[in-house]
C-alpha cells in the first residue's frame, strides 16, 4: 500500500524569504502523480502544483517549485518569496496510476506560518 | 457559481440523531468523492462514485450511506451520529480525463460536529 510522509508538522518561515517542505513516499509503482495541495484558514482546498512520476523536469508554477528525486521517492515544495497570504496548512498528495480509481493519498501535513 | 457546493457548511447534531450532508457540482465531472479530515487535519477517502456508481468503498462504518442521485449529485448520509465522527467532510469532484493533470475539485468542507 502507498503511504505519504510529510515529516514537519509546522514551519515558519520570514516573509520574502524561501521555505522547503518536505514530502516522501512509498510505492511499488512506476507510474503515478504526485501533488501539492494548500489548505489556508478558510478550509479550502487549493492545488498548488503537480508533477508526474515519468517526467524528470521538475514542476514550477511561479514562486513555487518542486524537487521530485524519483529513485529516493522524495517529492519536496519549495516556496520563494514567501508572502503572508502563504501561510496555511499544505498537503503532500499521491494518485495511482494503476487501479483506475483516482483515489488521492494525503501525507498529515504541514502548518506553514509565514512571519511579517 | 461555486463549482462543487456542500450545504450545510457546519452542522452540530447531538449523539445518536441521524443527518445528511450535500453535495452538488456544476462541472460535468463523471466522479464525486467524500474525504473525511479529522481533528488532527488527517485527509483521507471515504467513497468515491463514477457517473452514480460506487466504485471506491473504504473502510468506513456503516452508518455512514453514500448516495448519487445522478452524476452531479453526491449526499452522505450518517445513522446513529457517534462523538467520534465529529470531522470537516470535503466533497470533491473529476473528470476522468483530465484527473491527472487537473487533481480534484474540492467543495468547502462540512464541519460536524457531534456533541
Known amino acids: 500500500a502507498q503511504t505519504v510522509t510529510q515529516s514537519q508538522p509546522e514551519m515558519s518561515v520570514q516573509e520574502a524569504e524561501t521555505v522547503t517542505l518536505s514530502c516522501t513516499y512509498d510505492?511499488?509503482?512506476?507510474?503515478?502523480?504526485l501533488f501539492w495541495y494548500k489548505q489556508p484558514p478558510s478550509r479550502q482546498m487549493i492545488l498548488v502544483i503537480r508533477?508526474?512520476?515519468?517526467?524528470?523536469q521538475n514542476a514550477t508554477e511561479n514562486r513555487f517549485s518542486v524537487n521530485f528525486q524519483k529513485a529516493a521517492k522524495s517529492f519536496s515544495l519549495k516556496i520563494s518569496d514567501s508572502q503572508l497570504g502563504d501561510t496555511a496548512m499544505y498537503f503532500c498528495?499521491?494518485?495511482?496510476?494503476?487501479?483506475?480509481?483516482?483515489?488521492?493519498?494525503f501525507g498529515t501535513g504541514t502548518r506553514l506560518k509565514v512571519l511579517a | 457559481d461555486t463549482a462543487v457546493s456542500q450545504t450545510p457548511k457546519y452542522l452540530v447534531t447531538q449523539m445518536g440523531n441521524d443527518k445528511s450532508i450535500k453535495c452538488e457540482q456544476n462541472?460535468?465531472?463523471?466522479?464525486m468523492y467524500w474525504y473525511k479530515q479529522d481533528s488532527k487535519k488527517f485527509l483521507k477517502i471515504m467513497f468515491s462514485?463514477?457517473?452514480?456508481?460506487?466504485?471506491i468503498n473504504e473502510t468506513v462504518p456503516n452508518r455512514f450511506s453514500p448516495k448519487s442521485p445522478d452524476k452531479a449529485h453526491l449526499n452522505l448520509h450518517i445513522n446513529s451520529l457517534e462523538l467520534g465522527d465529529s470531522a470537516v467532510y470535503f466533497c470533491?469532484?473529476?473528470?476522468?480525463?483530465?484527473?491527472?493533470?487537473?487533481?480534484?475539485?474540492f467543495g468547502s468542507g462540512t464541519r460536524l460536529t457531534v456533541v
Open positions: 470533491a469532484s473529476s473528470q476522468d480525463r483530465s484527473v491527472k493533470k487537473y487533481g480534484y475539485t
Open positions: 510505492t511499488s509503482e512506476n507510474n503515478y502523480y
Open positions: 508533477q508526474e512520476a515519468y517526467k524528470q
Open positions: 498528495a499521491f494518485m495511482s496510476e494503476g487501479t483506475g480509481t483516482y483515489k488521492y493519498i
Open positions: 462541472l460535468g465531472h463523471d466522479t
Open positions: 462514485y463514477n457517473n452514480k456508481e460506487l466504485i
